[in-house]
């Protein structure tokens, strides 16, 4: 497969994947609306673009790491303007990381065919730290063939995992799995706050709970190195994680399939949306709890 690379959106997640890709010999073309974050990598090697359509003119595999549906379509196909990737001479193959659901998987990938491109959807799981250290989870989903050449590409980020050929099915296992994140985060706040507030030590609480059946990656992870040090930063923000979790609930809703617990979980990260802030990082959703109880959880 080629080693010239397009990559567009240069976040919290794509700066480190596409560091990864120059250090391991690939050349980026690169774009972001953010100049900082262009410059960063520009700093590595990557060679700039003035425009998606500009980088898709310049290589023929695109790789987008971009917030949510409406950007990646926007980006992808170039809704009311001709800057979109779709627009790109050399394209052949437009591969999303980011996460957006399988129905706009679905209707991106539509709209690509028509220009004989094939859609890739390969969103990631593992956080900024994963991203660093190309260890993600990588959910992807595309025609078997494209799979067998892009796979080498992809294992720069982490463990990669065929899920089907059919447009978007990369994205149910990914909103499956955030749902479950999405829970356990919240729940482990609920069960930390009432334990603090009730007299227990959360260091201790962590410790008891790693060690017995409540073990989840917040109690493991989130709240021993985010929230009891009060650093919260996880890296990834509540409003991303609210999304996260209302297109799950959205595309299951269309799959006929009902879920109760989702719908509080979903109530409780609408909530921090509002009251924290969308640009507020996820770890966060325990102040929530603390000011309705007056409470810290934290390391003594
Ligand atoms: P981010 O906001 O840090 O990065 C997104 C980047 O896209 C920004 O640099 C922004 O400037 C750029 N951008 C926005 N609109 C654009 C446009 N129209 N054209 C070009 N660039 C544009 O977000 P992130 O945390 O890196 O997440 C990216 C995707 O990965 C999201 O879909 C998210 O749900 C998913 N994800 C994030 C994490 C995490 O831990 N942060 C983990 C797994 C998956």
């Given amino acids: 497969m080629t080693k010239q690379i397009g990559f567009i959106g240069l976040g919290k997640m794509g700066a480190p994947?596409?560091?990864r890709l120059i250090d391991a010999g690939y050349q980026l073309t690169v774009y972001d609306l953010r100049q900082d974050c262009v410059d960063a990598l520009v700093a590595k090697g990557a060679q700039?673009?003035?425009s998606p359509a500009a980088v898709a003119d310049a290589v023929d595999t695109v790789l987008l790491s971009l917030p949510e549906p409406t950007?990646?379509?926007q980006v992808a196909l170039g809704t009311g303007s001709a800057n979109g990737v779709i627009a790109g001479a050399k394209v052949k193959t437009v591969l999303d990381l980011s996460t957006t659901g399988a129905i706009a998987a679905r209707e991106i990938a539509a709209a690509l065919a028509e220009k004989g491109i094939t859609a890739v959807d390969a969103p990631v799981s593992g956080?900024?730290?994963g991203a660093i250290a190309g260890t993600l989870a990588v959910m992807v989903a595309?025609?078997?063939a494209r799979f067998a050449d892009l796979q080498p590409m992809l294992a720069i980020f982490g463990k990669v995992f065929f899920i089907g050929e059919r447009p978007g099915m990369g994205q149910t296992m990914k909103l499956a799995n955030n749902l479950l994140s999405a829970t356990a985060t919240a729940a482990t706040a609920e069960a930390i706050v009432f334990g603090v507030k009730s007299g227990l030590d959360p260091a201790v609480m962590c410790e008891v709970i790693n060690a017995g059946s409540?073990?989840?990656t917040a109690s493991q992870d989130k709240f021993p190195r985010q929230v009891l040090t009060r650093k919260f930063?996880?890296?990834f923000t509540t409003g991303l994680m609210y999304k996260d979790v209302r297109l799950c609930l959205e595309e299951a809703q269309a799959a006929g399939v009902p879920m109760t617990v989702a719908t509080g979980v979903r109530e409780l990260w609408?909530?921090?949306n509002a009251e924290l802030g969308a640009g507020s990082d996820m770890t966060a959703i325990v102040q929530l709890l603390e000011r309705a109880t007056g409470v810290e959880v934290k390391s003594s």
């Fill in 17 to 19: 994947m596409a560091t």
């Fill in 48 to 50: 700039a673009a003035a």
């Fill in 71 to 73: 950007i990646v379509r």
């Fill in 127 to 129: 956080g900024v730290a």
């Fill in 142 to 144: 595309c025609p078997q």
């Fill in 214 to 216: 409540g073990r989840n």
């Fill in 233 to 235: 930063n996880q890296g």
């Fill in 270 to 272: 609408a909530r921090a």
